[in-house]
C-alpha cells in the first residue's frame, strides 16, 4: 500500500512537474514573439531615422550651395556701392540719399530730389532702409 501511494504520488508529481515545464514554456514562447515583434519595430524605426538623417544631410548640402551662391552674388555690392557713391559729384550723393532713406524717404521721393533712376532709389532703400 505505501508502494502504491508512492507511485501514485510520484505520477502526480511527475504530472504536476510536466504542467509547469509546459506553461513555462508556452510563456517563453510568448515572450519571443513579443520581443521578436518589439524588435521588427525598432529596426523599422532606425531605419525611419535613418532616411530622415540623409534627407536633412541633402537638404544641409543644398543649402550650403545656396549659400555660397548668394555670396558670390553679394560679394562685389559694396565695390558696387562705392562706385555708385563717386559717380556724379555735381548731383546730390549718395551717402545724402542714404540719409534721406534712413528718415523714411520713399524710392518715389528718392528720384525725385537726389535724381536718382528708379533702380539706384530702390537698390539704396533696400540697402539703408533701418
Not at 550723393?93 to 534721406?100: D, G, M, V, W
Request: glycine share 4%; aromatic share 6%.
Amino acid at each position: 500500500m505505501i508502494f502504491e501511494a508512492a507511485v501514485i504520488f510520484l505520477a502526480l508529481l511527475w504530472a504536476l512537474s510536466l504542467w509547469f515545464f509546459l506553461n513555462y514554456s508556452k510563456r517563453q514562447r510568448e515572450l519571443a514573439a513579443q520581443q521578436a515583434q518589439g524588435d521588427a519595430l525598432r529596426d523599422q524605426r532606425i531605419k525611419d531615422l535613418a532616411k530622415r538623417l540623409d534627407d536633412y544631410q541633402n537638404v544641409t548640402v543644398r543649402m550650403g550651395e545656396a549659400i555660397h551662391e548668394l555670396r558670390a552674388v553679394v560679394a562685389p555690392l559694396p565695390e558696387k556701392l562705392l562706385q555708385l557713391e563717386q559717380r556724379d559729384p555735381d548731383s546730390v550723393t549718395f551717402s545724402q540719399a542714404a540719409k534721406l532713406v534712413g528718415m523714411g524717404a520713399s524710392v518715389a521721393e528718392l528720384t525725385q530730389s537726389c535724381g536718382l533712376t528708379q533702380a539706384e532709389a530702390e537698390l539704396m532703400s533696400k540697402l539703408h532702409r533701418g
